[in-house]
């Protein structure tokens, strides 16, 4: 993904085995929204997502295995909106990483 600097969106679709670990998203500074549907087998959020400090928008969507969001996801200060609906396994809760006031719109549901 290293030539897709300028990616202002990415979707991460019905990834059966993606667990997270694999990913390698740092160089992608413009990225803007950042979407995980039906990726059963995700884990965590990608540590180097921590770098992605324009993202205003991280939705995950029937993540079943999603545990935990890491610690170096309270870099994401451009974020705006948090959605991890049906993600039951997400063991801590995320306003808790970022200084979160009402202006921010976080789903779990």
Known sequence: MDKLVT???LFFYDCEDLEGTSIQITN???????HFKKCHALKRIP????????LKIL????CEALE???VGVS??????ELDFRTCP???NDPRKLWQ????KNIAHV
Not at 75 to 80: H, I, M, R, S
């Open 7 to 9: 990616l202002e969106e």
């Open 28 to 34: 992608l500074s413009t990225l803007q929204k950042l």
């Open 47 to 54: 540590e180097s997502s921590a770098n992605l400090t324009e």
């Open 59 to 62: 939705n995950l969507f029937e």
């Open 68 to 70: 935990e969001f890491h």
């Open 75 to 80: 870099n994401l200060v451009a974020l705006e």
């Open 89 to 91: 396994g997400i063991e």
């Open 100 to 103: 979160l006031d009402e202006t």
